[in-house]
């Protein structure tokens, strides 16, 4: 069995859901037994180990391997350690031809596995970059508030690339969409639902609201394009008002997730739903409900350690996808930052989650082959 595949069965069969997902006290909560397993394997191959604080009893690992000479620059491997939550079956590691089943099994522990096999493959070979540090880091709570990812950058550390773990086919990723998720308020007045005249219904002005948002405002959008990423959107997600039928509603809260083009942020996205609503004399507050932003993330692909990647894996064009992840984070400070791992988008969070061995095993090789082909 090829050793990533043998390390990604070990890690289904290690629950690391978020806890934001289920009870924190719950046994298959939290990354520190998959942390603490990957910690005792790396450490067995040689390389050195530490942890780093994130969150309580929910750190962050850091696995290095150090050249023989002086540093001259960073490489970062940078995937996520936890999952979304499963039945009892999907921390079950099943094959079924060329499909290995399992939660987190293309998002992202395919990627963890195939990570970690590289550098451990390359320290156990006998050869290793002599003026390249390479660090691997198992990121908590990606699937949540990217906490891991914020205290890494916080903590003043940069590399000269970093390579983000998630499910792109083999492919790299040079840009995301941003998330913003917005949440508006309206305010009316109450009243006896025999008498709604006496009343404003703030239902009602939340309807043309998102009537407004889901026409207008997603039409005018669609206008505006990005060469890799296609258009930025809007979709509302939950709406909630009023207490009982026959009481006009004075209170109405939407949510919904603003996905965003390099270029826009999340002031100028307020600003232009504010004068959206202005024109329409609509009033609503406009908040978010989330305590982070996600900001779009776009490298420049001629950087030339990101020309060097493309080049080992016969890539000739920059991709970009639709979802938000740790990328953002990494960039935001200071460390220019891909996308880039085994598996298929398309899997990930489903019931019957899976990755396909061969990308598995094509996506090792091809991390082996550009940390290899590093000074």
């Avoid at 003043?156 to 308020?185: R, Y």
């Avoid at 709604?196 to 939340?206: C, D, S, W, Y």
Wanted: glycine fraction near 8%.
């Amino acid at each position: 069995m090829n050793p990533a595949e043998k390390l990604l069965r070990e890690l289904i069969a290690l629950p690391s859901v978020n806890p934001a997902f289920l009870s924190a006290q719950h046994p298959n909560a939290g990354e520190k037994r998959v942390a603490d397993f990957l910690c005792a394997t790396a450490a067995s191959a040689g390389l050195d180990v530490q942890f780093a604080d994130a969150l309580p009893g929910r750190p962050n690992l850091l696995v290095r391997l150090a050249p023989p000479g002086k540093i001259k620059q960073r490489i970062l491997l940078a995937p996520h350690l936890d999952t979304v939550n499963s039945t009892p079956e999907g921390f079950v590691p099943t094959r079924k031809g060329d499909r290995l089943y399992g939660r987190g099994a293309c998002d992202t522990k395919g990627c963890v596995a195939a990570m970690l096999s590289a550098v451990i493959a390359l320290a156990n070979g006998k050869t290793r970059p002599a003026e390249t540090e390479i660090i691997f880091a198992g990121l908590i709570d990606e699937e949540c508030g990217q906490t891991g990812s914020r205290a890494l950058a916080d903590s003043g550390f940069k590399a000269d690339l970093a390579i983000v773990g998630e499910p792109t086919e083999n492919k790299i990723v040079t840009a995301h969409k941003g998330s913003l998720w917005l949440k508006l308020e309206t305010r009316g007045k109450s009243a006896h639902g025999a008498r709604p005249e006496l009343g404003i219904n703030a239902v009602h002005e939340m309807a043309r609201i998102i009537d407004l948002l889901q026409t207008k405002y997603a039409a005018q959008l669609k206008k505006r394009r990005h060469p890799l990423l296609g258009n930025a959107t809007i979709s509302v997600g939950t709406v909630n008002g009023g207490s009982q039928p026959n009481i006009v509603p004075n209170h109405c809260v939407m949510t919904a997730d603003r996905r965003s083009l390099p270029g826009e942020t999340e002031a100028s996205i307020r600003r232009e739903l504010q004068a959206l609503l202005r024109a329409a004399k609509l009033k609503a507050q406009i908040g978010k409900s989330k305590a982070h932003s996600g900001l779009p993330m776009e490298t420049n692909f001629k950087l030339p350690l990101v020309q060097q990647f493309f080049r080992t894996i016969g890539q000739t064009k920059p991709v970009g996808v639709d979802y938000f992840c740790d990328a953002s984070i990494l960039s935001k400070g200071g460390t220019p930052s891909i996308v880039f791992g085994p598996g298929n988008i398309a899997q990930a969070h489903t019931i019957d989650e899976w990755i396909s061995i061969k990308s598995l095993e094509r996506g090792t090789a091809m991390l082996h082959n550009f940390l290899q082909s590093l000074p």
